[in-house]
Nanobody
Framework: EVQLQASGGGLVQAGGSLRLSCTASGFTTDDYAIGWFRQAPGKARQGVSCFSSRDGSTYYTDSVKGRFTVSSDNAKNTLYLRMNSLKPEDTAVYYC???????????????WGQGTLVTVSS
């Protein structure tokens, strides 16, 4: 059974950092693309980044470029999202998702983890 476990959210002040983790079971992350999405209250789910181990490609939405970085630890079957210089507008529930390739939209992903809440105070 494919499962994803997202963790690492919390409360941080603006300008601070957090590292989210997405741990997979039932498949190996080096065979899948892992996407990060976020959903703020009252807003649609937004793609944040995607990392494909198959070809090493990484994508970031414009609003997080230069601040967020994806990395992977295949030995732990875990993908990380390092978030620096956090802003109040980054406040959202963050989700990780897996599929055979990176997709721009959420409906392209077959597998989802539960969300982890990130709150950035001003």
């Amino acid at each position: 059974e494919v499962q994803l476990q997202a963790s690492g959210g919390g409360l941080v002040q603006a300008g601070g950092s957090l590292r989210l983790s997405c741990t997979a079971s039932g498949f190996t992350t080096d065979d899948y693309a892992i996407g990060w999405f976020r959903q703020a209250p009252g807003k649609a789910r937004q793609g944040v980044s995607c990392f494909s181990s198959r070809d090493g490609s990484t994508y970031y939405t414009d609003s997080v470029k230069g601040r967020f970085t994806v990395s992977s630890d295949n030995a732990k079957n875990t993908l990380y999202l390092r978030m620096n210089s956090l802003k109040p507008e980054d406040t959202a529930v963050y989700y990780c998702a897996a599929d055979s390739m990176c997709w721009k939209t959420a409906d392209g992903y077959d597998y989802w983890g539960q969300g982890t809440l990130v709150t950035v105070s001003s």
